[in-house]
Every structure is written in C-alpha cells, then in structure tokens.
C-alpha cells in the first residue's frame, strides 16, 4: 500500500506542473474518471430507462444555444492559444514549455484548463441524444471520442500545459468551431440542413487531416535532442491513432460505400 501511495505521489504530484496542482480536477484524475463513469451510466443505464415509457424531446432550442456556445468558446480558445504561440516566437519543432507563474506562460496553462472544462460539457451531446432517444447516434465511436478526449486533454493540461502541445488545442478548438457552426446552421430546419449536406464529409475529412497531422506532429519528443516531455506522446499519440481508425472507418461506410452502392 504504501509503494501505491508513493507512486500515486510521484506521478501525480512530482511529475505534474505545479501550477496546476491546485486548480479544480487537476491534482488528481479520479473526478475526471468520475464524471467519465457518471456520464457511462447516464447514456447506457439511467437515461434509457428513463425514457423507455416517454416520448423523445425536441430540444430544438436548447440545442442552438448549445451549438452557440460551443462555436463562441471554442473560436475563443483556437484564437487565444494561437495568439500566444504567435506572440511568443512558438516553432512547430519540440517548443519547449514556459514554466513562469506569471504572464503569458501561465495564461497559456490556463487556456488548457479551460479546454478541458469545454471537453466535459461537449459530454451534453450524448445527453441529448438520449433525450430525444437518438440511440443509434450513441455508437461506441462517439463514446470511446468523447471519453479519450477528456482524458487526453486532463494529461495535457496536467503535464504539458504550454509548449508544443499548443498546436493540439489550437487545432482540435477550430476543427470543433467548423464543425459547430455547420451543427448550428444544420439544425435551423430542414431546407437549410439539405443545403448544408454536402458540408458533412467535408468536416469528417478535416477531423481526420487534423488528427492525422497531430499523429506525426506529437512523437518529436521520442527522437533524441528533443526535450519536451513524453507525456505529450504517451497521452495524445494513442488517442488520436485510435480516434483516426474510428473516423476513417465512419468515413469509409457512410461516403464511400454508400455512394458505390
């Protein structure tokens, strides 16, 4: 027990950035693990009951804000983290972090955190598919995406909150203002939806491009004279391998056989 606690310490406590320690989630990942667990048994235990002798919910209008305000806090985030990189001369070759607690440093960490708080409530999503019992929205591909990114984005923010790991947020936050804004005009009714089918490979294409680039872009720090910390490669390069495979498998069976057939 105590060579638990010990290496609970070390790889929670020594090996994080300090100044995120005391941030809400980040001294430990067991509330992260809890929310994931909590949302598992919603979508797949309680929610379904739930609505087993009810009918579904529109939700039309709750889920126009939501779009909304998934496409102001994400353009907010891409536009922030990229601004910083900008400003501070970041390179795409293994930048390495900024540890000062003050400054552009620090507000860098903070915009992690923030990403991470943004991961959590894309969990909404799921929620409201149940709601309006959209069971087959709910497929393993979504829940193993929104899972892993949650996590992911937990050890970036807990161990590489600056740095080269900027691009990953920087990417993925305006991949996800594209793909919101297209949900948002999607769901303003059936004539502008049928305009904007053609839009939906299209997003699908640049989640895998982006993904893709991240794929490469997250092993520098496994070649020598790279001396960013692994912890970038470790948590994202199986995240992004294994949500590549998911999209491109989507992709493969809903664009491509389909128009063959």
């Not at 990189?85 to 390179?91: D, H, I, L």
């Not at 960490?109 to 959590?120: D, G, P, R, T």
């Not at 502008?192 to 680039?213: D, E, G, R, S, Y």
């Amino acid at each position: 027990m105590e060579k638990i606690t010990e290496y609970h310490h070390f790889l929670f406590n020594k090996k994080g950035d300090e100044r995120v320690y005391d941030w809400p989630l980040m001294s430990s990942p067991w509330i992260t693990i809890g929310i994931i667990v909590l949302y598992l048994f919603m979508i797949y235990k309680f929610l379904p009951s739930f609505m087993s002798k009810r009918k579904p919910y529109s939700l039309k209008e709750l889920i126009i804000i939501y779009n909304a305000v998934q496409i102001v806090v994400n353009a907010v985030i891409a536009y922030s983290v990229t601004s910083y990189a900008w400003n501070g001369n970041y390179t795409l070759r293994c930048q390495l972090i900024d540890h000062s607690n003050t400054g552009p440093a620090l507000k860098m960490a903070e915009w992690y955190w923030w990403c991470l708080l943004v991961k959590i409530f894309d969990l909404l999503e799921t929620i409201f598919f149940t709601l309006r019992k959209k069971f087959r929205q709910i497929s393993v591909f979504h829940v193993c995406h929104h899972s892993t990114t949650i996590l992911t984005m937990w050890c970036l923010t807990k161990y590489v909150p600056g740095g080269m790991s900027f691009l990953c947020l920087s990417l993925n936050t305006a991949i996800h203002t594209i793909m919101y804004t297209y949900y948002l005009l999607s769901s303003l009714g059936p004539n502008i939806q049928k305009k904007m089918m053609f839009f939906k490979p299209i997003v699908t294409l640049m989640q895998m491009a982006h993904l893709f680039i991240l794929t490469i872009y997250v092993v520098q720090p496994l070649f020598p004279g790279c001396k960013y910390s692994r912890a970038l490669p470790l948590s994202v390069f199986p995240a992004t391998v294994m949500n590549l495979t998911f999209f491109y498998n989507f992709f493969k069976h809903t664009y491509i056989k389909k128009k063959n057939n």
